[in-house]
């Protein structure tokens, strides 16, 4: 898939957009836009990590897996951020399992290239370590808000973030695949999302989300939703996309 002028001139990742000109032009001739299809393995744990990823409205899940095969999501990465984190950290393999949740389209870039981009030092290092000190405050925060906070505040958090990231109050979602992603039975998450949808904030209908009342739901969600976006904003100057209320 070729990139064209505008995708270019106009990145779609807010990691990217927010470089300055001369760094980005350098990534440019080392990007590609590849489609991420639903359930694509990004990289796989104790896999070494080839490529890198800076999707665009794509929502790509984090998740650790038990001996048991149960899976729990440590970490959500969509246009605020890049997938395959670990490369510039030292090392190209992890625990974690990347795989896409929401299908869309990403840059995707040789991880070799990135880190010997991030070895130079520069706008690029110091962007990089921001956003890896944001998404440390996403998993500090999500660990918490997971052993606290009720299972609707934490469904209504984890909706508002997805539909931030990619910019649209609809979007597709199995409730199976939401008790994966919270590490709770489905029983448990009909009966939050009934709870929510009886209160008007959203409704479901075959596996798709549409969110009715957002003002409501940011009400009902925990404090952890705006701790997290708030990190975002202060660390890498940039705001996931609010729809408009």
């Given at each position: 898939m070729l990139l064209n002028k505008n995708a270019l001139e106009q990145p779609a990742n807010n990691l990217l957009a927010v470089l300055p000109p001369a760094d980005y032009e350098r990534l440019v001739p080392h990007l590609?836009?590849?489609?991420?299809?639903?359930?694509?393995?990004?990289?796989?744990?104790?896999?070494?990590?080839?490529?890198?990823?800076?999707?665009?409205?794509?929502?790509?899940?984090?998740?650790?897996?038990?001996?048991d095969g149960s899976t729990v999501e440590v970490g959500i990465v969509s246009?605020?951020?890049?997938?395959?984190?670990?490369?510039?950290?030292?090392?190209?393999?992890?625990?974690?399992?990347?795989?896409?949740?929401?299908?869309?389209?990403?840059?995707?870039?040789?991880?070799?290239?990135?880190?010997?981009?991030?070895?130079?030092?520069?706008?690029?290092?110091?962007?990089?370590?921001r956003y890896v000190q944001a998404v440390y405050t996403q998993i500090a925060q999500g660990v918490a808000c997971n052993r606290l906070h009720k299972l609707e505040r934490r469904l209504a958090r984890w909706l508002l973030t997805v539909s931030d990231r990619l910019e649209s109050e609809e979007f597709p979602l199995t409730q199976e695949f939401i008790s994966q992603m919270l590490g709770v039975r489905r029983a448990g998450v009909t009966e939050a999302a009934n709870i929510l949808s009886e209160a008007g904030m959203i409704s479901y209908h075959r596996g798709q989300i549409n969110i009715l009342n957002r003002e409501a739901l940011e009400k009902t969600s925990c404090e952890c939703y705006q701790i997290i976006e708030n990190e975002f904003v202060r660390l890498l100057g940039n705001k996931p996309n609010k729809q408009e209320k």
């Amino acid at each position: 898939m070729l990139l064209n002028k505008n995708a270019l001139e106009q990145p779609a990742n807010n990691l990217l957009a927010v470089l300055p000109p001369a760094d980005y032009e350098r990534l440019v001739p080392h990007l590609k836009l590849v489609p991420l299809p639903l359930k694509k393995v990004l990289y796989e744990a104790g896999e070494p990590i080839a490529q890198v990823y800076f999707p665009n409205k794509a929502v790509v899940s984090i998740v650790t897996t038990m001996e048991d095969g149960s899976t729990v999501e440590v970490g959500i990465v969509s246009n605020e951020g890049m997938v395959g984190m670990p490369v510039i950290l030292g090392d190209d393999t992890t625990t974690t399992t990347a795989f896409v949740q929401i299908p869309g389209v990403a840059m995707q870039m040789d991880a070799d290239i990135l880190r010997s981009e991030f070895n130079r030092g520069g706008a690029i290092q110091s962007l990089l370590l921001r956003y890896v000190q944001a998404v440390y405050t996403q998993i500090a925060q999500g660990v918490a808000c997971n052993r606290l906070h009720k299972l609707e505040r934490r469904l209504a958090r984890w909706l508002l973030t997805v539909s931030d990231r990619l910019e649209s109050e609809e979007f597709p979602l199995t409730q199976e695949f939401i008790s994966q992603m919270l590490g709770v039975r489905r029983a448990g998450v009909t009966e939050a999302a009934n709870i929510l949808s009886e209160a008007g904030m959203i409704s479901y209908h075959r596996g798709q989300i549409n969110i009715l009342n957002r003002e409501a739901l940011e009400k009902t969600s925990c404090e952890c939703y705006q701790i997290i976006e708030n990190e975002f904003v202060r660390l890498l100057g940039n705001k996931p996309n609010k729809q408009e209320k």
